[in-house]
């Protein structure tokens, strides 16, 4: 019995424009480094279709509780390719009108801070930022033994925002426990902040800023103005198995995919209820990428 997740997915950004030639270019939006540096993204190399085996592929890897590999620059780690393989076989369908060109009706959307003005503390710290933060993977580690032994559990498998909230439910002795050892590991004291730190008898409100503002390391920025950006919805069939089935028991059913898209589990259903009129196979799906507006040919 062929089974397929019916996957809707809405509000994907696409910020990126294509000309005649397939060139990038007309796009405000800026790419930000943890070491404060930017370019603009039109500089950048792009997909030509507006999503591709890449994105999907990210994405499942998601919703399995994987780690995602970025599709436009290098990574240290290797992507699953069962969640690659399974993303080329999906199907593909995008309701949101295109003009031409592999180009959509695009809208203006505001951008959160100008970029001569662009320093701005990320909201949500994750296991990423903490590890930049500390700038040490002998003390990265020694850190996160330390949380999976007072919460006993596995501190990576879960998001740092969860391990702060599990942190404040710990007793007073556990909590400054951990602030301890944070304190012996020297020049981290952020953390303890980021966690909430203990003053006058309470612990105080976390401040994540504590962590996502260290200069060259982990600071995040945050580009503010109006561009142009297409919205884009619609739908993805994914053939699934019965321990994928499983797997998904344990999952959020949620992940995201372009810039913000929201995508989520609409169904699961067996191959004979399934219509893939208008749909397009991933594998289908060239992952041609397009030139930089900057480079001259």
């Known amino acids: 019995m062929n089974n397929y997740l019916i996957l809707n997915f809405t509000d994907a950004k696409l910020f ?37 085996v890449h994105q999907i592929s990210n994405m499942l890897h998601v919703l399995f509780n994987e780690r995602p590999v970025p599709s436009l620059r290098d990574c240290l780690y290797n992507r699953n390719e069962y969640y690659f393989n399974k993303a080329q076989e999906s199907y593909l369908k995008i309701d949101t009108p295109k003009i031409s060109n592999n180009n959509y009706y695009y809208e203006k959307t505001q951008l959160r801070k100008a970029v001569w003005d662009s320093w701005n503390p990320a909201i949500s710290p994750n296991w990423e930022i903490v590890r930049k933060y500390i700038d040490d993977i002998e003390k990265f580690n020694s850190f996160v033994d330390k949380v999976s032994e007072i919460l006993h559990i596995d501190a990576l498998s879960f998001s740092f925002l969860e391990i702060i909230s599990k942190v404040s439910n710990l007793s007073i002795n556990e909590r400054l426990s951990l602030y301890d050892h ?12 980021c966690l909430g730190i203990y003053k006058d008898n309470t612990f105080k409100p976390t401040v994540y800023s504590a962590i996502t503002n260290k200069i060259n390391v982990s600071a995040i920025t945050i580009n503010f103005g109006i561009d142009t950006v297409a919205k884009l919805s619609g739908k993805i069939i994914v053939p699934v198995s ?56």
């Open 16 to 52: 990126r424009k294509l000309n005649k030639d397939n060139r990038n270019y007309g796009c405000k939006d800026y790419c930000f480094n943890s070491n404060g540096k930017y370019s603009k993204r039109d500089e950048k190399f792009a997909f030509i279709e507006a999503i591709t």
């Open 182 to 193: 944070i304190t012996n590991l020297k020049f981290i004291s952020g953390l303890i902040y």
């Open 242 to 297: 019965d321990d994928d089935i499983i797997k998904l028991k344990k999952s959020k059913g949620v992940a995201t995919i372009l810039d913000g898209g929201l995508v989520y589990i609409d169904s699961i259903k067996n191959g004979d209820h399934i219509d893939i009129n208008d749909f397009v196979q991933v594998k289908d799906i060239s992952d041609e990428k397009s030139l930089p507006a900057s480079i001259k040919i």
